[in-house]
């Protein structure tokens, strides 16, 4: 039987933040690569089905205090060895854990292949195969709908045309090589660079779309800052209530690592790190500044609120100067004076969107809904030029840009086609991949045939 | 009338040659069935063997024991190495040959070979008995017995010659056509296709001026196809390289209302990576010039091949182009170009070892299965040969995988993707290119061929001490420290950084400007055991410790999809039951019948959740 020397990858629970976030991954490798990432017991040592409490650490970072489920070949699901990550139910979280473990080489699992496995190792009996089969076929066909929602955004249409540079990249390398005899002009090697230089950044451009495709499917990150006691968790709780469909926290867990999720104009807005504004409410004068920042750099919209009974203009215009220090371009900030029931304020121009509300009494609300709205619908158009939102497409982005850049190292070190050809080749097979072309040879002696004049 | 044979081969160019051999070899009973007895191992084309991918084919036939290496290098009148500024993987062999001798050599060849016997008739027809071939009958209405058919027919099945509005038929120029076979094939269930080729005019060389045109000799050191004790040619002769000129063009473009190519008379398609020039001016009209190769075509003769000017205008337009081409002002011309449509049967409705999937033991190898080339027909007949032979010994076949050799590729391309234009071999086609060289067909394929009772036991025996001369002097190399004052004179000559301190020469080999052979050959190092090996070992060394990283990253490449083709698909598998399958798979698998998970997943239409479907299936 075909023995899978893969170690494959899913999250396990449904997309959309939950209490809880399960990822699995099966192999030969799993238990290596979760215990690469695992502060707590030494996994090596572990005995088949037994649970472990520890920290989930990646680039020395803790992302999450998770619970770690651990089953030994053949004692598990697939019959390979499985490692189950039960971790607080954030797509953020989730998506770091994810990334953590393509890096340690682990590879997405396809659909089904869990169960594929599972029946290749015995572990199945043919009707529910059968089974797993047309859910693999059901989920080969939501893969397309989704492949194409995703050609009306552009996405698909921009890999097609990167693609076809390669293949007539690719076309001008193969040309020396098959054709070294032929009446025809071979390619500068600086125009060769100048190619893939072009397609580096092509490529390297929509690796970095990921966190704004990302920003679509998971909602815009939005943080809410400001002293304490200004009324952040009145805003929040006022924001929330007035909307009905308030993706949130499952009854019985603790609010902890959960997001607030509010849908407006068809646009999700994702609070970050509403529980420590819930905590600064509490525990006077507590984290402070330091949180704040870490706040700004991973928010999209910034809502500075400050209380207009208490205002000093000068101090006023420092904070927003610090704040603004600290955002990019693409970073909207929002200047909210709450409590504005209780005063009137003339601040004059100080050049940021200024609304009045006053969270308690929810006046003004809609002055700011209308106001996201907008930013969303700014921040939508510009992101649906092209973007990824897969991390499947993400991955195979990231190994043809790797790709490319041992074809530029190649290239300044000015070794032969031959070996050229071998990277272009594994570039032109990822992105195969997601454009589902995988047979390049043909499309590379066509795009000869077509342009030079071949053949005594 | 004739005795009863075990294979009877239909056709007597590169292919039924080849095919005639292996399974004379292999200990079986062969007949060799031509319509015209001269004609064996006729050069229909150009004079010339190998050449970029196809001189690797050559390598990789003659490494199994066939003929064709054999027979290039004692009829050559010229070798080159092509592509020599490339890596290893792109080094091509190529000779310029006799033609007459060529055909003279392999007629003599076969006829020194035990087991095969000859009859010069046309087989009009193959015998069929429960899906079974069973023999051939002939034109003079005898039927010949045997337990396997392997038919080779090249351009002949209902072959049409075209120079401009005039066409006959014929097989080849001045060679009558064959027919009746297409139509039984047809009777029995074969989808059929017409495919199309050409061929440029011969002159004659007391008419040309050489002096107007470049000169292309041979290599300095030339070099062999054979593994084997063949000799490298002594005595060479050259090509010459011309162009042709706007005058030419515009000839030629008053012509083309009479071209049967652009009035719709030809139906077959025809290579694109061989236009007649009347395509290259009408596809490329912003090139004002193209090359011609003015190649000889024997030691003795005065006959010239005009490479690059296949042609099929009228011949009054054929001259006078001709004519304007520099160094052919007053040439005059032994034979026209023209054009040829064939038949041909779609090679997908074949198995991996060539045998049709509707009758059992009959085969069908070269341009029948719509390949153009000498050394791709030539693959093909002995890869039919061998498999006849195993399967009349009932041996277990012999596939060769696409990282054992070209003609694996060649072979699996044909069979699961097809081919819409005759199909010729490029390097770009192999994903394992580096691995599938022609310095190292032997160490990949010779003992494969000897288990199955074909390459000789010193063909063996030459390979193993090949690899462990390589080995040995491998080892040499890794052991061998050099201190500064030894290496740092020659480093410098050959403008690369000087040493500090002792290394293993291994080590400075890596460099690209330090090659093994120069420093064989160089008086700095006199004193060390290199020069005890020869140029081949010395090569084989430095190839494996110049690109060992690349090497070994396609051999990875290679084995992970081999896993894949270890998994085999019953022929009688049912894909109709399997619901979850994309109907366009369905009926794709149907139709080609993959023998395995990795061939599956190359035949276009078939997704990667497709073949996840097809492996829950095939389960355990």
Same mark, same amino acid.
């Given at each position: 039987?075909?023995?899978?020397?893969?170690?494959?990858?899913?999250?396990?629970?449904?997309?959309?933040?939950?209490?809880?976030?399960?990822?699995?991954?099966?192999?030969?490798?799993?238990?290596?690569?979760?215990?690469?990432?695992?502060?707590?017991?030494?996994?090596?040592?572990?005995?088949?089905?037994?649970?472990?409490?520890?920290?989930?650490?990646?680039?020395?970072?803790?992302?999450?205090?998770?619970?770690?489920?651990?089953?030994?070949?053949?004692?598990?699901?697939?019959?390979?060895?499985?490692?189950?990550?039960?971790?607080?139910?954030?797509?953020?979280?989730?998506?770091?854990?994810?990334?953590?473990?393509?890096?340690?080489?682990?590879?997405?699992?396809?659909?089904?292949?869990?169960?594929?496995?599972?029946?290749?190792?015995?572990?199945?009996?043919?009707?529910?195969?059968?089974?797993?089969?047309?859910?693999?076929?059901?989920?080969?066909?939501?893969?397309?709908?989704?492949?194409?929602?995703?050609?009306?955004?552009?996405?698909?249409?921009?890999?097609?045309?990167?693609?076809?540079?390669?293949?007539?990249?690719?076309?001008?390398?193969?040309?020396?090589?098959?054709?070294?005899?032929?009446?025809?002009?071979?390619?500068?090697?600086?125009?060769?660079?100048?190619?893939?230089?072009?397609?580096?950044?092509?490529?390297?451009?929509?690796?970095?779309?990921?966190?704004?495709?990302?920003?679509?499917?998971?909602?815009?990150?939005?943080?809410?800052?400001?002293?304490?006691?200004? !009324?952040? %968790?009145? /805003?929040?709780? *006022? &924001?929330? +209530?007035?909307?009905?469909?308030?993706?949130?926290?499952?009854? =019985?867990? $603790?609010?902890?690592?959960?997001?607030?999720?509010?849908?407006?104009?068809?646009?999700?807005?994702?609070?970050?790190?509403?529980?420590?504004?819930?905590?600064?409410?509490?525990?006077?004068?507590?984290?402070?500044?330091?949180?704040?920042?870490?706040?700004?750099?991973?928010?999209?919209?910034?809502?500075?609120?400050?209380?207009?009974?208490?205002?000093?203009?000068?101090?006023?215009?420092?904070?927003?100067?610090?704040?603004?220090?600290?955002?990019?371009?693409?970073?909207?900030?929002?200047?909210?004076?709450?409590?504005?029931?209780?005063?009137?304020?003339?601040?004059?121009?100080?050049?940021?969107?200024?609304?009045?509300?006053?969270?308690?009494?929810?006046? !003004?609300? %809609?002055? /700011?809904?209308? *106001? &996201?709205? +907008?930013?969303?619908?700014?921040?939508?158009?510009?992101?649906? =030029?092209? $973007?990824?939102?897969?991390?499947?497409?993400?991955?195979?982005?990231?190994?043809?840009?790797?790709?490319?850049?041992?074809?530029?190292?190649?290239?300044?070190?000015?070794?032969?086609?031959?070996?050229?050809?071998?990277?272009?080749?594994?570039?032109?097979?990822?992105?195969?991949?997601?454009?589902?072309?995988?047979?390049?040879?043909?499309?590379?002696?066509?795009?000869?045939?077509?342009?030079?004049?071949?053949?005594? | 009338?004739?005795?009863?044979?075990?294979?009877?081969?239909?056709?007597?160019?590169?292919?039924?040659?080849?095919?005639?051999?292996?399974?004379?070899?292999?200990?079986?009973?062969?007949?060799?069935?031509?319509?015209?007895?001269?004609?064996?191992?006729?050069?229909?084309?150009?004079?010339?063997?190998?050449?970029?991918?196809?001189?690797?084919?050559?390598?990789?036939?003659?490494?199994?024991?066939?003929?064709?290496?054999?027979?290039?290098?004692?009829?050559?009148?010229?070798?080159?190495?092509?592509?020599?500024?490339?890596?290893?993987?792109?080094?091509?062999?190529?000779?310029?040959?006799?033609?007459?001798?060529?055909?003279?050599?392999?007629?003599?060849?076969?006829?020194?070979?035990?087991?095969?016997?000859?009859?010069?008739?046309?087989?009009?027809?193959?015998?069929?008995?429960?899906?079974?071939?069973?023999?051939?009958?002939?034109?003079?209405?005898?039927?010949?017995?045997?337990?396997?058919?392997?038919?080779?027919?090249?351009?002949?099945?209902?072959?049409?010659?075209?120079?401009?509005?005039?066409?006959?038929?014929?097989?080849?120029?001045?060679?009558?056509?064959?027919?009746?076979?297409?139509?039984?094939?047809?009777?029995?269930?074969?989808?059929?296709?017409?495919?199309?080729?050409?061929?440029?005019?011969?002159?004659?060389?007391?008419?040309?001026?050489?002096?107007?045109?470049?000169?292309?000799?041979?290599?300095?050191?030339?070099?062999?196809?054979?593994?084997?004790?063949?000799?490298?040619?002594?005595?060479?002769?050259?090509?010459?390289?011309?162009?042709?000129?706007?005058?030419?063009?515009?000839?030629?473009?008053?012509?083309?209302?009479?071209?049967?190519?652009?009035?719709?008379?030809?139906?077959?398609?025809?290579?694109?990576?061989?236009?007649?020039?009347?395509?290259?001016?009408?596809?490329?009209?912003?090139?004002?010039?193209?090359?011609?190769?003015?190649?000889?075509?024997?030691?003795?003769?005065?006959?010239?091949?005009?490479?690059?000017?296949?042609?099929?205008?009228?011949?009054?337009?054929?001259?006078?182009?001709?004519?304007?081409?520099?160094?052919?002002?007053?040439?005059?011309?032994?034979?026209?170009?023209?054009?040829?449509?064939?038949?041909?049967?779609?090679?997908?409705?074949?198995?991996?070892?060539?045998?049709?999937?509707?009758?059992?033991?009959?085969?069908?190898?070269?341009?029948?299965?719509?390949?153009?080339?000498?050394?791709?027909?030539?693959?093909?007949?002995?890869?039919?040969?061998?498999?006849?032979?195993?399967?009349?010994?009932?041996?277990?076949?012999?596939?060769?995988?696409?990282?054992?050799?070209?003609?694996?590729?060649?072979?699996?391309?044909?069979?699961?993707?097809?081919?819409?234009?005759?199909?010729?071999?490029?390097?770009?086609?192999?994903?394992?290119?580096?691995?599938?060289?022609?310095?190292?067909?032997?160490?990949?394929?010779?003992?494969?061929?000897?288990?199955?009772?074909?390459?000789?036991?010193?063909?063996?025996?030459?390979?193993?001490?090949?690899?462990?001369?390589?080995?040995?002097?491998?080892?040499?190399?890794?052991?061998?420290?050099?201190?500064?004052?030894?290496?740092?004179?020659?480093?410098?000559?050959?403008?690369?950084?000087?040493?500090?301190?002792?290394?293993?020469?291994?080590?400075?080999?890596?460099?690209?400007?330090?090659?093994?052979?120069?420093?064989?050959?160089?008086?700095?190092?006199?004193?060390?055991?290199?020069?005890?090996?020869?140029?081949?070992?010395?090569?084989?060394?430095?190839?494996?410790?110049?690109?060992?990283?690349?090497?070994?990253?396609?051999?990875?490449?290679?084995?992970?999809?081999?896993?894949?083709?270890?998994?085999?698909?019953?022929?009688?598998?049912?894909?109709?039951?399997?619901?979850?399958?994309?109907?366009?798979?369905?009926?794709?698998?149907?139709?080609?019948?993959?023998?395995?998970?990795?061939?599956?997943?190359?035949?276009?239409?078939?997704?990667?959740?497709?073949?996840?479907?097809?492996?829950?299936?095939?389960?355990?």
């Amino acid at each position: 039987m075909w023995k899978n020397e893969d170690t494959i990858c899913a999250i396990a629970t449904p997309g959309g933040s939950g209490a809880i976030g399960l990822v699995r991954i099966s192999g030969t490798a799993a238990i290596a690569i979760a215990n690469d990432l695992f502060e707590g017991k030494d996994l090596n040592k572990a005995k088949t089905q037994s649970l472990h409490f520890g920290n989930l650490k990646y680039k020395g970072e803790v992302i999450d205090e998770v619970l770690l489920s651990l089953f030994k070949a053949p004692h598990s699901y697939t019959g390979e060895d499985v490692v189950e990550f039960s971790c607080h139910g954030s797509s953020y979280i989730l998506s770091e854990l994810m990334e953590a473990l393509l890096e340690k080489g682990a590879r997405l699992a396809e659909g089904g292949e869990f169960t594929m496995r599972a029946f290749a190792n015995g572990k199945m009996d043919l009707t529910q195969a059968e089974a797993v089969a047309d859910l693999i076929a059901s989920e080969s066909k939501a893969a397309h709908d989704i492949a194409m929602n995703q050609m009306k955004g552009g996405f698909s249409k921009e890999i097609q045309a990167l693609r076809q540079q390669l293949i007539d990249f690719a076309a001008l390398v193969e040309l020396e090589l098959d054709f070294g005899e032929e009446d025809v002009e071979f390619a500068d090697r600086d125009d060769l660079k100048a190619l893939v230089n072009n397609l580096t950044e092509v490529i390297q451009s929509l690796i970095a779309s990921f966190k704004s495709g990302n920003v679509i499917k998971n909602g815009i990150p939005t943080a809410i800052v400001g002293a304490p006691n200004v !009324g952040k %968790s009145t /805003l929040l709780n *006022a &924001l929330l +209530k007035e909307d009905k469909a308030i993706v949130s926290n499952i009854a =019985g867990t $603790t609010r902890d690592s959960i997001e607030d999720v509010m849908q407006l104009g068809g646009m999700s807005f994702r609070f970050i790190d509403t529980a420590g504004i819930r905590e600064t409410e509490d525990v006077v004068e507590s984290i402070g500044i330091q949180r704040t920042f870490e706040k700004l750099e991973k928010a999209q919209i910034v809502l500075l609120l400050v209380d207009a009974n208490n205002v000093d203009r000068k101090k006023l215009l420092q904070e927003i100067e610090e704040v603004k220090k600290r955002l990019h371009t693409e970073q909207e900030l929002l200047l909210l004076l709450n409590k504005s029931d209780l005063a009137t304020l003339d601040l004059g121009d100080i050049g940021i969107t200024t609304i009045s509300i006053s969270a308690l009494k929810q006046e !003004g609300l %809609s002055d /700011l809904e209308e *106001a &996201l709205k +907008k930013i969303a619908s700014r921040f939508l158009q510009a992101a649906s =030029g092209v $973007t990824v939102s897969n991390v499947r497409h993400l991955n195979a982005l990231k190994k043809s840009d790797e790709a490319l850049q041992r074809v530029m190292h190649g290239l300044e070190n000015q070794i032969t086609g031959d070996f050229l050809a071998m990277d272009i080749r594994q570039a032109l097979h990822d992105l195969g991949e997601i454009t589902g072309k995988i047979d390049m040879d043909r499309d590379i002696l066509g795009s000869i045939f077509s342009r030079f004049c071949i053949g005594k | 009338m004739l005795s009863d044979y075990d294979v009877i081969v239909v056709g007597g160019g590169h292919a039924g040659c080849e095919a005639t051999a292996a399974a004379a070899n292999m200990g079986l009973k062969v007949l060799l069935v031509t319509m015209n007895m001269n004609t064996i191992a006729q050069m229909s084309c150009n004079p010339a063997m190998g050449g970029v991918a196809k001189g690797q084919i050559v390598r990789e036939i003659d490494a199994m024991g066939g003929y064709s290496g054999i027979v290039s290098d004692k009829t050559a009148v010229q070798f080159r190495m092509l592509n020599m500024s490339k890596g290893p993987a792109m080094w091509s062999p190529r000779v310029q040959s006799d033609r007459w001798l060529f055909a003279q050599e392999w007629r003599l060849m076969l006829e020194a070979t035990k087991n095969v016997d000859f009859w010069q008739d046309t087989v009009v027809g193959i015998l069929e008995e429960k899906g079974k071939v069973i023999g051939v009958k002939t034109s003079l209405g005898i039927e010949i017995n045997s337990k396997a058919v392997i038919l080779t027919n090249g351009t002949f099945l209902n072959g049409l010659i075209h120079i401009g509005d005039k066409n006959f038929g014929g097989g080849r120029a001045a060679e009558r056509n064959s027919t009746g076979i297409t139509e039984q094939l047809i009777n029995l269930g074969f989808d059929h296709g017409r495919m199309k080729t050409g061929t440029p005019p011969r002159v004659d060389a007391r008419s040309l001026d050489f002096s107007k045109m470049e000169e292309q000799k041979g290599d300095l050191k030339p070099s062999k196809f054979s593994f084997s004790n063949t000799e490298a040619i002594k005595k060479q002769l050259s090509c010459h390289i011309t162009y042709t000129n706007p005058n030419t063009h515009d000839i030629l473009r008053e012509g083309l209302d009479r071209s049967p190519m652009f009035s719709g008379i030809i139906e077959g398609t025809g290579p694109r990576y061989c236009p007649s020039i009347e395509e290259k001016i009408e596809r490329f009209s912003d090139r004002d010039r193209h090359q011609i190769f003015v190649e000889p075509e024997g030691w003795n003769t005065v006959e010239i091949y005009v490479n690059g000017f296949s042609t099929s205008l009228p011949l009054d337009v054929q001259l006078k182009a001709i004519k304007q081409i520099q160094g052919f002002e007053n040439v005059k011309l032994f034979r026209p170009g023209y054009a040829i449509e064939y038949d041909y049967f779609p090679p997908t409705q074949l198995k991996h070892t060539l045998e049709t999937k509707l009758i059992d033991n009959l085969y069908f190898a070269g341009q029948i299965n719509g390949t153009t080339g000498y050394e791709e027909a030539g693959a093909q007949g002995l890869m039919a040969g061998i498999n006849a032979a195993l399967k009349i010994k009932e041996k277990e076949e012999l596939v060769l995988q696409r990282d054992q050799a070209y003609i694996g590729v060649l072979i699996d391309d044909l069979i699961t993707k097809g081919t819409k234009e005759p199909y010729r071999m490029f390097t770009s086609r192999a994903e394992y290119r580096i691995l599938l060289r022609q310095d190292n067909a032997d160490i990949r394929l010779t003992e494969l061929s000897n288990n199955i009772g074909l390459a000789s036991n010193e063909r063996l025996a030459k390979v193993v001490e090949k690899q462990k001369q390589t080995d040995t002097l491998l080892e040499y190399l890794g052991n061998l420290s050099i201190s500064p004052e030894e290496a740092n004179p020659y480093l410098e000559k050959a403008n690369t950084a000087p040493i500090k301190q002792k290394v293993k020469l291994y080590s400075l080999l890596s460099r690209p400007q330090i090659s093994l052979n120069k420093l064989k050959d160089s008086a700095d190092f006199e004193s060390y055991d290199i020069n005890l090996y020869d140029d081949e070992i010395v090569q084989q060394a430095e190839i494996r410790i110049k690109y060992q990283g690349y090497i070994e990253r396609e051999k990875e490449m290679a084995d992970k999809i081999n896993r894949l083709e270890g998994i085999k698909i019953h022929s009688d598998f049912d894909y109709h039951k399997l619901k979850s399958l994309s109907s366009e798979a369905r009926e794709k698998l149907s139709n080609i019948k993959p023998s395995s998970i990795g061939q599956a997943s190359r035949i276009s239409g078939v997704s990667p959740s497709d073949i996840s479907v097809l492996l829950i299936h095939l389960g355990r």
